[in-house]
């Protein structure tokens, strides 16, 4: 069977390309469609179908641009009311793409229309299902999601339903299938994923805990529910967009790509109430920066968090990024619904420089300074901002924590009238976290270098005992 996984590392997210005798299919496409249109193309293909396994919650999905591009038909699972022309199969329904068969499971769970595909090769052989976010590598969709938008669920009623869906429809199914799920480790659609992004029914029978025959429904949902964090903000918008429509890619990108002098930037972030964000990396944004912008670097977990941070989807952007890279900061904000860049600093932070516009710093200082100053004043306020779980695993003793995931409450026990030094596991959060707070006027930070890694490795600093973190859920 000729199917393809085209993963997407920052995303933790898996589409998938399905082509039989010129005919294609698209399972779950991300934002930006040309690499799918291309992929058909190569091979001679029309896409026939775009299939969604379900509304999804941590990115948009493509599926109305390639619908509009290739003139494929958009196919969702039972009980799915899109607001827009699409397919909403029945359960068992099949579809033919060339010679293969891509018949329709309802499982609800995750959401009410989740929906597996089965798919049969040119032999009638069951060859795999492409899963969604019912099944992963190791895990299963969280149901708690769900409830946020649909206002009679609640996440102990959806993980019912996963139970019986996992235990109807996925486990009688032959051992030799192969699963194609959605997502792999890092993304937040689940606790427990494996960093494998496949595997056979079979060996997820024997090792998936949520397959565990033995497990009664009560049991499960227990299990299920016990250490969910709480999830992203952006997801019910991301939700939203997915179920009523959006504005097309190419509008987004027309609108982000707009090169703005160091003048024209600067006026547009005091005429509108568009936000500046920085996404160079972190050494390099603290040695200078437009002031009030925020630092969330292109090359760490990008959408994630400036989904966590970034409240609402239709804040107006500004953005600073490095030379070239604009259109890839565009892309991946659309990818999680953030489509209201409103143009870049064309030049860079050296144009702003260079135009004799006023900028700003953070004083950064190496573990072993950091060292030297606890030692002459041990009363020296220092804050962890990893999350929770993560302090609770390992830290430095006597230093607070403050999480990142949680500013907005974390902030309030940063004084703003002493130097306070703050790290995260390496650098990357906790500079995201400074320039927020100097934003909000806070102008005492002063960011670790290397951050608790290097405060570990410095072996001048007291560290708690390291207990597993499963075993503080």
């Not at 490095?322 to 259109?327: F, P, S, V």
């Not at 924590?401 to 002493?418: Q, R, Y």
């Not at 390496?426 to 960011?447: C, H, P």
Request: charged share 25%.
């Amino acid at each position: 069977m000729k199917i393809e996984q085209i993963y997407t590392g920052c995303l933790a997210h898996a589409a998938y390309y399905l082509e039989s005798n010129g005919e294609a299919a698209i399972f779950d496409p991300l934002r930006e469609v040309e690499p799918y249109i291309q992929r058909a193309e190569k091979s001679n293909a029309t896409i026939k179908y775009v299939f969604e396994t379900h509304f999804h919650a941590d990115f948009v999905s493509g599926h109305l641009d390639l619908a509009k591009k290739t003139g494929a038909k958009i196919v969702f699972g039972p009980t799915a009311k899109p607001g827009y022309d699409a397919i909403t199969a029945e359960d068992n329904q099949i579809f033919k793409v060339g010679d293969y068969s891509v018949k329709v499971i309802h499982t609800p769970g995750h959401t009410m229309e989740s929906t597996t595909y089965l798919l049969t090769d040119e032999t009638g052989k069951e060859h795999g299902i492409i899963s969604g976010d019912t099944l992963f590598i190791g895990d299963v969709g969280r149901p708690d999601l769900a409830q946020h938008v649909i206002a009679d669920l609640t996440e102990e009623k959806l993980a019912g339903h996963l139970y019986d869906s996992l235990r109807n429809k996925i486990m009688p199914l032959s051992d030799d299938l192969i699963v194609y799920p959605n997502h792999g480790a890092g993304s937040a659609c689940g606790k427990n994923m494996s960093k494998e992004t496949t595997d056979t029914l079979g060996h997820q029978k024997q090792v998936n805990y949520a397959l565990n025959p033995e497990l009664t429904k009560e049991a499960f949902i227990k299990e299920i529910l016990t250490g969910l964090t709480t999830p992203p903000g952006y997801f019910p918008q991301n939700v939203l967009m997915n179920i009523k429509g959006y504005e097309s890619f190419d509008e987004v990108m027309k609108r982000g790509i707009q090169a703005l002098s160091p003048r024209a930037f600067d006026a547009a972030a005091n005429e509108t109430e568009a936000l500046v964000l920085d996404t160079r990396d972190a050494q390099v944004f603290s040695e200078g920066f437009v002031p009030n912008s925020i630092n969330i670097g292109i090359d760490g977990n990008f959408a994630p968090w400036v989904g966590a941070l970034i409240p609402d989807v239709k804040q107006q952007i500004l953005l600073v990024t490095d030379a070239g890279r604009e259109e890839e900061v565009i892309t991946r904000l659309a990818r999680v619904g953030y489509d209201h860049c409103i143009g870049y600093l064309e030049g860079g932070f050296d144009a702003w420089k260079k135009a004799g516009m006023e900028t700003d710093h953070i004083h950064r200082v190496t573990a072993e300074q950091l060292a030297d100053i606890r030692a002459n004043n041990p009363e020296t306020p220092v804050f962890d901002v990893r999350k929770k779980s993560e302090f609770d695993s390992e830290h430095v003793l006597g230093v607070e924590n403050a999480p990142l995931d949680i500013i907005n409450s974390a902030m309030t026990s940063i004084p703003k009238n002493k130097t306070v030094y703050i790290h995260c596991a390496g650098g990357y959060r906790s500079m995201i976290f400074a320039s927020i707070l100097r934003a909000r006027g806070y102008d005492n930070l002063v960011d670790v270098v290397g951050g608790f890694k290097a405060l570990k490795d410095s072996q001048k600093f007291e560290v708690s005992d390291y207990v597993c973190p499963t075993t503080l859920l």
